[in-house]
């Protein structure tokens, strides 16, 4: 074949190609693109955080995270675990303040703590609300680290764990379904399936925060839950953001020790580590879409920059698509409100 043959020829193939392959056919409506999505999000794979604060009728605004409240155990909370539940999420995530702090976190073990009475409540309420229980000590302890404090400063990895299984058998006893140890304390996870054994709740499952970076991302959350440490930082026991290798055998370990969920925290920052975990291990994956990746486009919507509907529904699809099962986020209830409202508006027209 003559170089003038296999032109025309190549030319013949770009042309029928041109008129074959035309990937837009499937972009063209919104009807044709909800029809062939890759990835769907649904109220299912949503668990809102919530901060319980001790008090009674309380619902305070945090500053830093704009349309995110504290409320108090009662009515107030009543009012917002409805919302939830009639936009079809069945999950929270509830965070502790009390009014009194001290060196050994105390009250989270307290069973008539603030994050205590809050899941009796809502269990009482509706009792097929899947209640998640933070396992840490960083909004308790008077020094705001995540673990015991010796006299040198350092927290004590091993007396820490102990700690974390009484706080876990406290949460079970008042009726958690789930806790979620996220203190990054080495073998947490066993301490805490070994304590919940042997106090008669082998059925409460474990999130392990296996994968929780030490992170700019957590800013807003400190304000909120008043946990920022009054000294140093937690590098010593929050995972480097350089490492994705060290998030595997993190996780690995989780699962050695009983964990039944698992999870990466930041989420935004990193997707790579959420689908490293998810082609590694089978558990259900959750991801932490964390307050400061909410707060920052909450402040870009604020000045105009972005139009946050569309920021938020590309973030949260792009945490489903790196692999994410189940995704703990401030957004959750305005993301569906939103997907609401514009069904009824169509519908309409």
């Known amino acids: 074949m003559t170089k003038l043959e296999v032109s025309k020829k190549l030319e013949i193939n770009r042309n029928e190609n041109s008129v074959i392959s035309r990937p837009r056919r499937l972009r063209l409506s919104e009807g044709i693109r909800s029809l062939v999505a890759e990835t769907e999000i649904t109220p299912k794979q949503f668990v809102v955080p919530i901060f319980i604060k001790e008090g009674s009728g309380i619902k305070e605004e945090i500053s830093s995270m704009p349309g995110v409240f504290r409320f108090s155990p009662d009515s107030s909370l009543d009012a917002e675990i409805q919302e939830i539940n009639d936009l079809g999420i069945k999950a929270v995530l509830l965070f502790g303040l009390p009014k009194k702090k001290d060196s050994l976190g105390s009250n989270a073990y307290n069973p008539d703590g603030v994050v205590q009475q809050a899941v009796s409540r809502i269990k009482q309420t509706y009792p097929e609300m899947v209640v998640i229980c933070d396992v840490c000590m960083c909004e308790y302890t008077d020094h705001g680290h995540c673990g015991i404090v010796n006299a040198q400063g350092h927290v004590e990895n091993d007396r820490t764990t102990e700690f974390l299984g009484k706080i876990a058998v406290s949460q079970a006893q008042s009726g958690a379904d789930i806790v979620a140890p996220s203190a990054m304390m080495d073998n947490q996870v066993l301490a805490i ?129 790196a692999g994410a099962d189940i995704i703990i986020t401030y957004f959750a209830k305005e993301f569906l409100s939103n997907r609401q409202d514009s069904r009824v508006g169509s519908r309409g027209k």
């Open 193 to 321: 399936r070994q304590a919940l054994v042997s106090s008669g709740f082998e059925r409460t499952a474990i999130m392990g925060y296996s994968s929780k970076y030490s992170s700019s991302f957590y800013g807003p959350f400190r304000e909120a839950a008043s946990s920022a440490p009054s000294f140093g930082d937690r590098k010593s026991y929050q995972m480097d953001p350089s490492n994705v290798r060290e998030a595997i055998r993190e996780t690995e370990l989780d699962i050695e020790q009983g964990a039944d969920m698992i999870m990466v925290k930041p989420a935004l920052s990193y997707l790579d580590v959420i689908r490293a975990v998810r082609e590694k291990f089978n558990l259900p994956l959750a991801a932490y879409n964390v307050s400061g990746e909410y707060s920052m486009i909450k402040a870009a919507a604020r000045n105009g920059w972005l139009e946050e509907s569309r920021a938020v529904e590309e973030v949260l699809t792009s945490i489903r698509r």
